[in-house]
């Protein structure tokens, strides 16, 4: 009984490792194609073209090379997939983009043919012949907009030719819906995730909800205002506050000097006694005696020709004897 | 006669590296336009120390250059790109931030604290400026980089539209500079216009002795206050407000001295001939820095009508004696301390014994710390 327990056991592993890490063919989706495109990514030669994005949905590697691309079943081994490069072998859960410009010379990558026009993409296998996976591509889609999975990997566009019936009731995605889970995408995610959301900045965000700027003036104004109007709050009441300590300070220092003024009036301060007497002198002695000169009472002040500040004027600087 | 194919085919090699087989029409215009700033700043005296090193860099910016040859300021790992990312990262208005902080004097406004609001009506102009960029076809985030001219405070707009649309600096910080330099132009007949002759000529309280204390408090609580409310603004605020405290605690004399001195002036330089290189003709010779030059003056236009109607109103409610000269309201925008000196002048018209220098320094400090809000404000709504 141990050792039928134990083979289950081995068996079960076994069978569990080989679901989990599966890797094979099959887990390579046709997961996003752009047919035109003007202001997104560029090859290695700076160039626009249009694309088209693999998804391995394993959780291993998966060598795509010796795969075939077609847009025309009668031909399913129209481009293949260049072997002997390792950038054909995607990591799991990774991507691989394949330039659509029709030029192969262009690059390693570039495909044999465009998208333009293109209704149906298919995927076959290194044989040729095993059909892996197809899209069909809906016509009008504008451009710099993209054609996709809504969620990596997931859903397909029937290529077994199930009904949405049976296909809801087998297929695991059931909330992928009647398109097959693809959707014209407005944000083009060449080599990333077609399910993470096109992050809208704060401007767009703002853009939308306050179009004419008026809501953000409103606030920012009130904002302003309520900074400064919280400063000349805190400095009225700082400045009341330092107008009466002061005053308080003046009154203190002024208050002895009074009483002792108005006890001893005799007691006068020896440079205002001094200040009296010279101002008496002069009085009582006038102008004849030569003691005060007499002033024009004309100011005048005379504009200096000179341009050069006394940094530029050599004379100032430069010393009279040069030996010295 | 190989020698000779071979010398001719170097020499034509060369002429290609050369700007004479490179120069375009946009970048004739271009030389011509920093000409112009040159002549404008050593003739006519207008922002002299900002025009020369803008109007220079743009020489430099637009001077023909043969691509890969790693020396242009849009280059990766030029020397003139590296020293621009002072103002792409946003690191030299902050800088700059500092000196005006160690230079300004806050004691009118301390002494007269309600001149703050006339500082921060004045910043409507941002916001209008903002809603005709959005009108004009603007995004959000571009509206708001031209609305900040209307601040009049040139590192203010360089560091808000460095980090809200880097490809417009380069239009956005040279309108931002010429319009200062033409406040004393702009502003008079518009503080004519709104004005009566009686309201010219009222006379204001003269302004009290502000105490040591009042001023050391002035940066720590402005700082708090302002930065609390909009933490986006904390780069320039706090650079101004810190300078400030250098200034006044009155035991950091050397920092103050070299934060508005020989580091202010570094910067200055730097931002100048940066900013002027980075006005390369294809990228400032568009429709677009037209339409932000138009918006620029529609803001200081829309910033002086604020500041001035918004005197008029507070004097409503202000009794005889306490009543402001609406003269003073010009000086909400910042551009410090040219608008000021529009109101003393224009003041001394109409009273030669009316001096309004020291009223309308209030509005004026107030209006740098509104910009400096109002871009926080902006960078926290649109960045």
Known sequence: MKKFLSIFALASLLLLSKASFAQSPVDIRINEVQLSNTTGIEDENGDRCGWVELFNTAFGMVDVAGFYLTDDKANPTKYMIPKGNPATQIPLRRYFVLYADGNPSAGVFHMNFTLEGVKDLYLYATDGITLLDEIHIPAGIASDRSFGRVSDGRGNHEPLNWSKQSYRKNHEDAEIGPDGGFAVLDHPTPGQTNTTKAIETKSEKMGKQDPYGGILAMIAMSVVFLCLIILYLCFRTIGKRSMKKAEAEKAAKTAPKAAAVSSNPSNVDEEIVAAIAIACHLYQNGTDSGIHDVESNVITFNKDLLRNSPWGARNLTLKQDPRN | MILKSNIAENLYQFFNYTGFANVTFGHIVMILIGLL???????????????????????????????????????????????????????????????????????????????????????????????????????????????????????????????????LIGAISVSAYSYMALVPVIQPPIMRLLTTKKERLIRMKAPRAVSQQEKIVFPIVGFLITAFIVPSGIPLLGMLFFGNLLKESGVTRRLAETARGPLNDIVVILIGVTVGCSTQADKFLQGSSILIFALGAASFIVATFAGVLFCKILNLFLKDGKKLNPLIGNAGVSAVPDSARVSYVQGLKYDPTNFLLMHAMGPNVAGVIGSAVAAGILLGFLS
Do not use: C, H
């Open chain 2, 37 to 167: 700033f040159i002549y404008l700043a050593i003739k006519k005296e207008w922002e002299p120390l900002l025009l020369i090193p803008i109007g220079f860099g743009m020489i430099i910016g637009n001077i023909p250059l043969f691509p890969g040859m790693q020396v242009g300021i849009y280059e990766d790992g030029s020397v003139l790109n590296i020293l621009y990312q002072g103002v792409r990262k946003g690191f030299y208005p902050p800088l700059i931030f500092l000196g005006i902080g160690a230079m300004t004097d806050f004691s009118a406004l301390i002494s007269n604290p309600k001149l703050l609001l006339v500082g921060a009506a004045a910043q409507f102009g941002i916001f209008a400026a903002y809603a005709g960029a959005l009108a004009l076809g603007f995004t959000p985030a571009e509206a708001g980089a031209i609305g900040i001219i209307g601040g009049a405070d040139g590192p203010t707009a360089i560091f808000l539209s460095g980090k809200l649309a880097p490809d």
